[in-house]
């Protein structure tokens, strides 16, 4: 048996899909020592408040401390350059080196410039940032010109979305439509209101159960859910800017500049147009789901009625589903479903495209 | 823009998928040049009937005149040695060259020396064959010793599972149970029955559609399903062989020994057994599935009710379904579902894995 092979990883965001992504390498080091004949080393823990390097490995008390650190809210220590607010580019050039593997963990446009950097140096980067492919068309381009880019983990979380995608076109299929329910936040609000909840408890309901951002409008407004729809289009080849997706938010602009309780309370004016729509469906047999639908050079998100008796129409709770309809998929699509977020399920996703990645070295 | 990198490709095989897949390859020929750098070159087409090898690649013109000959029903040539049956072994040794990937359409057990070979070499090999997976679990560990080895298309062939339980188990995720249909023509007898058609007519029109093997009773058997779920069982590494595996076969040993209409005609018999299932399923809001469970170290494949309100209840027609549960998808199990057989989604498995090679090299 021969020693393991050491692959470097530089890591932007310490949240808790980041340290959840640390631990799971830690357990999950003997598999991939045994099988897979290599070890990933942390080399850089990096976000906003700081940034550790030690381009030998930080040692598990070092890491272990902190993360425990972070978890309770500690800013990470300064930066090796003794700036205090780090800069990815800086500790790309003091961390990486051959074979390194960067992740993006954060939710920041500023990752990009290190990003393509280290994409230039053929270092590997994987992302659950989804703002590095939802810019310009231009910069995501850029970012597709390398090979060692993977992206699993940005829409679905764990769930085999976009390798799916990817080798359907590989091998040379024609995908006509693709359509889905990319949000549990949302997908447990229409659970909700079909059940007879009215709007603004569902709304609150999803905010005290943690479903939704701190700020719920954050998730209600659909630009989350716009931005997995077009990392769908753009490897379709279709060059869409995010301003080209019809979005419908699911609350009016005057609600916009409200405190979060002030918005959590004013939200009951939504209660009857909401329970009318939602009554206007049934009528209908149909059930209402906010669905992201990508065909013919289009793309488009919003609330929508769906027959009951039909994929998206059965899905319950935070489940996502995604319905790839192509060629080869004409007479019944090939249909993902399962939970689409959460820290474990999207460290679990960039932990695979790590490994990936780390194949092809 | 770099020249195009040659892979060569050697295929057994060369039924409706293998042929497929020799479409597929050259269809999607500008798009692996331009985003993948590389050219699929087959340098063997191998079968029982004989087997046709030019080391630089076989030209457009002998490839497009042998695949035309053999969907005629015609032997492909005599061996490059002149022997009238082809030797896996020696195909290998004439064509393999460095970069090499093997690919494995047929149904037999004969090709297991020259893919254990091939991977010795250092080829990659794609498996659409289950044979070489489901025999002895000591020539499966053989097998699994190389990285070089993909197999997605052995269970549910275009559908992403392979890929999804490798991720899953590489992340370290702890899967706790495996369900499933993995039949398409077992689904579609599932469904007939269930829409009130008896046992006899249902199995009738499954074979005048095409849906069965010529001989129906290698469908009704459930051997192809207990070879999908044993391949499933041993990446959890568990020890199981094929004889462990409790297989429910949906006829009676008497009627093994009779001709294929003869057996068509005799199913009459089973007619009203199978309609007092249907019933007595239906009477508790039921339905019959055939399913395959993998649950704490056992495998079971057979008829069972499911309730009509849960994913495999819902299933209709020849669609399949795997669901995975697991520590992290442990509410809500991570599902895939989709047509699960067919020629060009099959051949489209084995062209992404062969990419997948590809880039390793």
Same mark, same amino acid.
């Given at each position: 048996m021969s020693i393991p092979r050491n692959v470097p990883v530089i890591l932007f965001g310490v949240g808790g899909v980041g340290r959840a992504l640390v631990r799971q390498v830690l357990a999950a080091r003997s598999r991939h020592a045994s099988r897979l004949h290599l070890r990933l080393e942390f080399v850089a823990l990096c976000d906003r408040t700081g940034a550790v390097v030690d381009v030998h490995g930080l040692s598990d008390d070092t890491r272990s401390a902190l993360l425990a650190a972070k978890s309770a809210g500690t800013p990470l220590r300064q930066t090796p350059t003794g700036h205090s607010q780090p800069d990815p580019n800086i500790i790309l050039e003091v961390a990486g080196r051959d074979g390194a593997i960067v992740i993006d963990c954060t939710a920041s446009d500023d990752t990009c410039p290190a990003l393509l950097m280290a994409l230039g140096q053929g270092y590997g980067v994987v992302l659950a940032n989804k703002r590095p492919l939802t810019g310009s068309w231009a910069t995501y381009r850029q970012f597709m010109a390398s090979p060692r880019l993977r992206y699993e983990a940005t829409v679905g979380a764990g769930l085999p979305v976009i390798g799916t995608l990817r080798n359907l076109l590989d091998a040379g299929d024609q995908v006509t439509a693709i359509e889905g329910a990319f949000s549990g936040t949302l997908g447990y609000l229409c659970s909700q209101l079909q059940r007879g909840a009215s709007y603004s408890a569902a709304v609150r309901a999803a905010h005290r159960l943690g479903y939704t951002e701190p700020d719920p409008r954050d998730d209600l407004g659909g630009m989350d859910v716009a931005r997995k729809a077009l990392i769908l289009v753009r490897m #379709? $080849?279709?060059? #869409?800017? #995010?301003? $080209?997706i019809t979005v419908e938010t699911l609350y009016p602009a005057a609600l916009s500049g409200l405190s979060v309780p002030q918005f959590l309370e004013s939200i009951k004016v939504l209660d009857e147009p909401y329970a009318m729509r939602v009554q206007a469906a049934q009528a209908q047999g149909q059930a209402l789901r906010y669905r992201a639908e990508v065909r013919e050079g289009r793309c488009q998100v919003g609330m929508e009625p769906v027959p009951l008796d039909s994929p998206l129409g059965r899905l319950q709770g935070t489940d996502n589903l995604i319905a790839f309809h192509s060629a080869r998929y004409a007479a019944s699509p090939l249909v993902v479903q399962g939970p689409g977020a959460g820290v474990e399920v999207t460290a679990a996703a960039i932990l695979a495209d790590i490994l990936a990645l780390a194949a092809l070295a």
């Open positions: #379709l $080849d279709w060059p #869409l800017e #995010l301003t $080209d």
